[in-house]
């Protein structure tokens, strides 16, 4: 039913650029709330950026400035635009849709918390090196 697809996870230098999407089927739903997560070897799954369907986005202290979060209302797509990579960025990076709306999550500040979400892709890797 409910897919989720990332794409566009490689090895990049430190200071370079890449940019994830995440292609979602099986479902048509204006109003969403979806996010970006990652996990590095030995660490927990820890959210990156998260965005509303009104535009509101969240992001982790440690990307702020760097990482931008969109969502392609056409193309049914989350992008994650990341530039500026350090090392520490290195690893899974996982799309993830709540399927419902934003504002419980919004209210309670779980917006970033992995437990607020319900779908999940397969994961793409991301590696940079120094």
């Known amino acids: 039913q409910v897919q989720l697809v990332e794409s566009g996870g490689g090895s990049v230098q430190s200071g370079g650029s890449l940019r994830l999407s995440c292609a979602a089927s099986?479902?048509?739903?204006?109003?969403?709330?979806m996010g970006w997560f990652r996990q590095a070897p030995g660490k927990e799954r820890e959210g990156v950026a998260a965005?509303?369907?009104?535009?509101?986005?969240n992001y982790a202290d440690a990307v702020k400035g760097r990482f931008t979060i969109s969502h392609d209302n056409f193309k049914n797509t989350l992008n994650l635009q990341m530039n500026s990579l350090k090392p520490e960025d290195t690893a899974m990076y996982y799309c993830?849709?709540?399927?419902?709306?934003?504002?419980?999550?919004?209210?309670?500040?779980?917006?970033?918390?992995?437990?607020?979400?319900?779908?999940w892709g397969q994961g793409t890797q991301v590696t940079v090196s120094s």
């Open positions: 993830a849709d709540r399927f419902s709306s934003c504002w419980v999550a919004w209210k309670y500040g779980y917006m970033l918390n992995r437990n607020e979400y319900n779908y």
């Open positions: 099986g479902y048509t739903y204006s109003n969403y709330c």
């Open positions: 965005i509303q369907s009104d535009g509101n986005t």
